[in-house]
T-cell receptor, first 113, second 116 residues
């Protein structure tokens, strides 16, 4: 069965510092991986996704993530945090043929001035 | 631009009332989903549909029911609301399509339900 683990329910970084949000997955077949962002009282917005091909994927707002099969990881990074990045971030996995999306528990990012 | 709409955005209702949360999408997607999200917590899949007249229960047991009579519409109903149903409900849709893999799910803005 597929599952997602996000390490760290809360992460704080200073404005301008590196953002690193961790995601590990479990899947019996090659997975499709996603990062979403959620602002208060809003739905989820896609940041980026990995399906096949290049393992380093770039998304919106300067975020990127690298798929590492050997580590079953898909960590999200941004070189320089901005105040507007403060939000909840969710990692998700989907397997071919299931059409279901399984989400991690989320990481709340706080950006300090 | 494709979009997915949920109404109402906020609902406060008394115990025992019947409620329906609406979800509509304009993208022609076959796959639709309902997730329940408690404050500061993960999303739990409670219902999904792969097309008209197709509905399945998700990974989290829910007393709610759904229907899929039209492709674009996927309402969720609670026959008798209870305080334990207080939560945020998120609707989503996707369309892997033939030959297209790894399509993302598109989300509505959610309905925050409070049962008093």
């Amino acid at each position: 069965a597929q599952s997602v683990t996000q390490l760290g329910s809360h992460v704080s970084v200073s404005e301008g510092a590196l953002v690193l949000l961790r995601c590990n997955y479990s899947s019996s077949v090659p997975p499709y991986l996603f990062w979403y962002v959620q602002y208060p009282n809003q739905g989820l917005q896609l940041l980026l996704k990995y399906t096949t091909g290049a393992t380093l994927v770039k998304g919106i707002n300067g975020f990127e993530a690298e798929f590492k099969k050997s580590e079953t990881s898909f960590h999200l990074t941004k070189p320089s945090a901005h105040m507007s990045d403060a939000a909840e971030y969710f990692c998700a996995v989907s397997e071919a043929g299931t059409y279901k999306y399984i989400f991690g528990t989320g990481t709340r990012l706080k950006v300090l001035a | 631009e494709a979009d997915i709409y949920q109404t109402p955005r906020y609902l406060v209702i008394g115990t025992g009332k019947k409620i329906t949360l609406e979800c509509s999408q304009t993208m022609g997607h076959d796959k639709m989903y309902w997730y329940q999200q408690d404050p500061g917590m993960e999303l739990h899949l409670i219902h999904y549909s792969y097309g008209v007249n197709s509905t399945e229960k998700g990974d989290l047991s829910s007393e709610s029911t759904v229907s899929r009579i039209r492709t674009e519409h996927f309402p969720l109903t609670l026959e008798s609301a209870r305080p334990s149903h207080t939560s945020q409900y998120l609707c989503a849709s996707s369309d892997p399509g033939q030959g297209i893999v790894g399509t993302e799910a598109f989300f509505g803005q959610g309905t925050r339900l409070t049962v008093v």
